[in-house]
T-cell receptor, first 117, second 114 residues
Framework: GAVVSQHPSRVICKSGTSVKIECRSLDFQATTMFWYRQFPKKSLMLMATSNEGSKATYEQGVEKDKFLINHASLTLSTLTVTSAHPEDSSFYIC?????????????FGPGTRLTVL | QQQVKQSPQSLIVQKGGISIINCAYENTAFDYFPWYQQFPGKGPALLIAIRPDVSEKKEGRFTISFNKSAKQFSLHIMDSQPGDSATYFCAATLNSGGYQKVTFGTGTKLQVIP
């Protein structure tokens, strides 16, 4: 149980285009999902917290207009990288909070590798 | 500000040996300390976790030791195997806005050689 999927697993796009990444909780409902960014050989940096039916909460330094987050249902959150540039190339990972699971019960997706040419 | 410091950055251990990774935290409000294992190109997976009211937790070959007064905790992997080769992240969580916010350590790349 507690499986989180991400789609796509890899995406290559041209500079200036927008890319949407989906995060789904497959066998549980998640009122809260998180989006992280990970640079090579680095730790995960929290970008934003996504709550179902409300606006996402962004961490300091993360551009809201560039990284659009939508949490339309209890099993789906999307991250859209708008007008992507090469510096946006990174590994994006989502996680979902298991409702009632207690402290720190986040389950992570397999990640999406974004490469912007 | 790095709230969770992790060492070493990389570690090479012989098969059958003990792998030890150390972490230290600053914020005494942290109330849960998970360890994650991440293979290349994959998302992190929860390995084992401990609460600050417990000094040690063991699950199979994995043991967390927790020293609340020193604000330090460590992961011990007994009888290390080549399949354990991965990057390990310690983490600390605290309640923020009704949910647990996770702060990750910097990661330790473990290589277990045959």
């Amino acid at each position: 149980g507690a499986v989180v999927s991400q789609h796509p697993s890899r995406v290559i796009c041209k500079s200036g285009t927008s890319v949407k990444i989906e995060c789904r909780s497959l066998d549980f409902q998640a009122t809260t999902m998180f989006w992280y960014r990970q640079f090579p050989k680095k730790s995960l940096m929290l970008m934003a917290t996504s709550n179902e039916g409300s606006k996402a909460t962004y961490e300091q330094g993360v551009e809201k207009d560039k990284f659009l987050i939508n949490h339309a249902s209890l099993t789906l959150s999307t991250l859209t990288v708008t007008s992507a540039h090469p510096e946006d190339s990174s590994f994006y990972i989502c996680s979902a909070l298991l409702a009632g699971g207690g402290s720190g019960e986040q389950f992570f997706g397999p990640g999406t590798r974004l490469t912007v040419l | 500000q790095q709230q969770v410091k992790q060492s070493p950055q990389s570690l090479i251990v012989q098969k059958g040996g003990i792998s030890i990774i150390n972490c230290a935290y600053e914020n005494t409000a942290f109330d849960y300390f998970p360890w994650y294992q991440q293979f290349p190109g994959k998302g992190p997976a929860l390995l084992i976790a401990i609460r600050p009211d417990v000094s040690e937790k063991k699950e199979g070959r994995f043991t967390i030791s927790f020293n609340k007064s020193a604000k330090q905790f460590s992961l011990h992997i007994m009888d290390s195997q080549p399949g354990d080769s991965a990057t390990y992240f310690c983490a600390a969580t605290l309640n923020s806005g009704g949910y647990q916010k996770v702060t990750f350590g910097t990661g330790t790349k473990l290589q277990v050689i045959p």
